[in-house]
């Protein structure tokens, strides 16, 4: 009898907490559970600040409240693979990766189906979205994501230390390799150049020097290609730069944070990153150098100067919620063209054609980092990163060359593993 | 089947009168008290650690991936095979695991012995050298990561712009494969130290002076008083002080993943298994590997508990 009762106790738990598991799962996506309220989770990003200030102008023109979760990257990627696991419908929108997890997103069934609902409205105008970032928030022929922000690869550098070194603004990655070489003679505990190294961190960044050295992560055929000879001159001058002419003690973690921090604090030349970045240098609060940082496109490499050109957030609807008309007014509003265009005077990089073709859209840009901006738009690559499921995986395998480059170790020997290593992921991911 | 099922035999203690439901319940609740006032605590335990540790077994015998709601197999131990021949990341991470566990609980005993003896006769403003000594342990383990990161950045931190002044080259802490693994490890043991004082502190204080005092008599000095006698009586407190500080050490992951983030830095220098599983499920999003890491992660926990309360044990007799 006191063994069955513990049983049957135990039982009531179990079913208890299945239960409350179910209930998260059993949502469905119709709209009988409508709120007027939109649960809204974002990152922490220029972007988002600007959207922010404006929800007020949304909440009374809508007569929807808006209920705003703000979380960092990582984070947020972490709130999704919990809540969007567990089919909760706690979110209408999201502000989501498209390159690093808009595949598995979409493979899971978390995001939905927003084909019909951005050709329906004219007058917002889904054509006048770059091609690129569609692609790339478009997954089996069905729209999943809006793209909001667009980034591509730029150099930063300070004009001071060139002028004073009488150089010109590198336009190949040799001029850019005797540049920084020539800066990090002349003043000892300045770098020549700064970048990411992060194994994962850093591959992102790398990938430009990748396509300008005429390499890619796979071939045509979908086969890994990280220890084609394009590719391993590209891990070896990448990690070269920072080896012979990078800041001192470089430690192998840094993402854009630290490496931002060295050249904002006046202790590089060179600097190659996300041009959406571009406040943090040119921002006095945050940056010593905020008066002499220049903007230029990346310099080319035996193939050309090839900087990606990106999607790096966009905004998608929860496939569990119960609120998804609402869901996608608010992304109507939020991703409108008055919108954009505002986000992009503050520093936003956007992905509307027409905003980069009307004047207003770059005049608060620095001249130089607009030419940039718009030559690396024309020959930019749509990716930044393996185009897989699993992409932190991915990144963690073909990252590994670049740590080896930096720290000197053999980077063909290293190349070659890391290229059996990715073979057999993707072979994996196929199956 | 539901808790608030009338009782079988209702006992007829008016005869004439049925009995209210009020009577019926209330003498249900009497002969079942027992279990009732359980009851929330059952819950609690069927709730957060049986169901929880049940499902993460049944996922590590999956292929669980992608997604938890998507379709999985049953493969039987096939996870557990892949990680225990798994010598690039499973095996590194536990040997990490066992040396930052076992170099930080050893410096973090001995010093807090240090300091418990320190602090264990009155003087003068021991109150503030009391909260002094506490203040690492009201920290945040997160906060306190990304102040150490601050401090040892090879090229902006304060560290190496001390070890400048006194003209000691920059030293890479954090960012050197052979350097983090110490690095951290000096972290968790300025963070916890003080807790070992405190259950020391609190074993010294309950002891009876009256051996120390014979022992003194008959001129024993104060190592030998130290090593034959308060040692010797302080073992089972040490024990509980090696316990329960051991356990936490074993799982600690705020301080490596606020350092090194993702994978423990890109030669994977400070990744546990802690931070090995998590990476696992919230990187690669295999939550069958990721659950089999963690079953055998648990098996090695519950074994070192097992062994220390042998220990105990054996030093109470």
């Known amino acids: ?392 995986k991915a990144r963690e395998i073909v990252g590994g060359p670049i740590v080896s480059s930096i720290t000197g170790a053999d980077v063909p020997a290293a190349a070659d593993a890391a290229n059996d290593d990715f073979q057999k992921f993707l072979d994996t991911e196929k199956k | 089947m539901s808790v608030l099922n009338p009782p079988r035999s209702a006992p007829a203690r008016s005869a004439g009168r049925p009995p209210g439901p009020r009577a019926n319940f209330s003498a249900w609740a009497n002969r079942h008290r027992k279990w009732l006032f359980a009851a929330p605590a059952m819950i609690f335990v069927g709730v957060l650690i049986v169901f929880p540790l049940a499902w993460t077994l049944f996922l590590s015998l999956t292929d669980s991936q992608g997604s938890v709601r998507a379709a999985s197999e049953f493969i039987g131990l096939q996870n557990y095979i892949t990680v225990l021949s798994d010598v690039d990341r499973f095996w590194p991470a536990v040997g990490r695991t066992m040396s930052f566990t076992g170099v930080a609980l050893a410096c973090e005993v001995v010093l807090g012995m240090c300091i418990a003896l320190l602090l264990w006769r009155p003087f003068r403003g021991e109150k503030w050298v009391r909260v002094a000594i506490l203040l690492p342990l009201v920290a945040t383990p997160v906060a306190v990561g990304m102040m150490w990161r601050l401090i040892f950045d090879p090229n902006i931190g304060f560290a190496n712009q001390l070890l400048g002044l006194i003209g000691i080259p920059a030293q890479p802490w954090l960012s050197g494969q052979d350097t983090a693994l110490g690095t951290t490890i000096f972290m968790d043991v300025w963070q916890w130290t003080p807790m070992v004082v405190l259950i020391l502190l609190a074993g010294l204080t309950s002891l009876s002076e009256e051996p120390d005092e014979a022992a003194r008599m008959d001129g024993a000095n104060a190592f030998q008083r130290f090593f034959y006698i308060t040692l010797p009586l302080m073992l089972p407190t040490v024990i509980v002080a090696i316990l329960l500080r051991g356990i936490d050490a074993l799982k600690t992951f705020d301080i490596l993943y606020a350092t090194k983030g993702k994978g423990g830095g890109s030669f994977h220098e400070v990744e546990t298994l802690n931070v090995y599983a998590y990476g696992l499920s919230f990187d690669y999003n295999q939550y069958g590997l990721s659950s089999a890491v963690l079953i055998l992660f648990f098996m090695i926990i519950i074994g070192t508990m097992w062994l220390l309360t042998m220990r105990k044990k054996a030093a109470n007799k």
């Open chain 1, 1 to 392: 009898m006191k063994r069955r009762s513990i049983m049957q106790y135990a039982a009531v738990a179990a079913a208890l907490s299945l239960g409350l598991t179910a209930c998260g799962g059993a949502s469905g996506s119709s709209d009988a559970k409508a709120s007027g309220t939109v649960r809204v989770t974002l990152a922490n990003h220029v972007w988002t600040e600007g959207i922010k200030a404006a929800i007020p102008e949304f909440e009374k023109s809508s007569g929807l409240k808006v209920e705003l979760t703000q979380l960092g990257e990582d984070q947020l990627s972490d709130q999704y693979n919990v809540k969007l696991n567990a089919g909760s419908d706690e979110i209408d929108v999201m502000m989501y990766r498209p390159l690093q997890e808009g595949k598995a997103f979409a493979k899971n069934g978390y995001l939905a189906d927003l084909t019909s609902k951005v050709s329906a409205d004219a007058s917002w105008d889904w054509k006048d979205y770059q091609e690129g970032p569609v692609k790339a928030t478009t997954a089996d022929g069905k729209v999943v994501g809006v793209p909001i922000i667009t980034e591509r690869e730029v150099l930063y550098y300070r004009k001071d230390l060139l002028q004073a070194a009488g150089l010109e603004v590198p336009k190949t990655m040799e001029e850019l390799e005797a540049a920084a070489k020539a800066i990090k003679a002349a003043t000892p505990d300045t770098a020549g150049f700064v970048a990411r190294t992060g194994k994962s961190a850093a591959v992102t960044q790398f990938s430009s020097f990748l396509y300008s050295f005429g390499g890619d992560f796979t071939d045509a055929s979908g086969k890994s290609a990280i220890n084609s000879d394009a590719a391993k001159k590209a891990y070896e001058y990448y990690g070269g730069l920072i080896k012979n002419y990078g800041p001192a003690n470089v430690s192998t973690d840094m993402s854009w944070p630290e490496a931002m921090a060295i050249f904002t604090q006046g202790k590089a030349a060179f600097y190659t990153e996300a041009d959406s970045l571009y406040k943090n240098a040119t921002d006095p609060a945050k940056s010593k150098v905020s008066d002499t940082v220049g903007f230029a496109a990346l310099p080319a490499g035996p193939a050309g100067s090839k900087p990606y050109n990106i999607p790096s957030w966009g905004l998608a609807v929860n496939q569990a919620s119960s609120n998804q008309d609402n869901a996608w007014k608010f992304i109507q509003w939020a991703t409108s063209k008055e919108r954009t265009l505002a986000a992009q005077k503050a520093g936003v990089p956007g992905p509307r054609s027409s905003v980069w073709a009307d004047p207003a859209g770059t005049s608060t840009y620095p001249k130089d980092l607009a030419e940039a901006i718009s030559a690396s738009a024309k020959n930019g690559v749509g990716h930044d990163r393996p185009e897989v499921i699993t992409v932190g």
